[in-house]
């Protein structure tokens, strides 16, 4: 799984992506917004493991998620 973190503009607010092994979008949700539902992307009880990995991330830049 892939994670991209895409800047907004104006009143648009940053998004998260992620992406799968063909970087097919699965998800795309606010980074401001608290993480839900994440079991439906096999990424249950990792919710603290990811907004770590969000806070890192710079914008524009696809990096392999590994958590």
């Not at 800047?7 to 606010?30: C, H, M, S, T, W």
Request: charged share 35%; net charge positive; glycine share 6%.
């Amino acid at each position: 799984m892939y994670i991209i973190k895409v800047k907004g503009k104006a009143k648009i607010p940053d998004y998260i992506q992620l992406r799968d092994e063909n970087f097919v979008l699965i998800a795309y949700f606010r980074a401001d917004r608290p993480l839900k539902n994440l079991d439906r992307y096999g990424l249950d009880n990792k919710e603290e493991a990811l907004a770590s990995v969000i806070e890192g991330l710079e914008f524009g830049k696809l990096q392999k998620l590994e958590i």
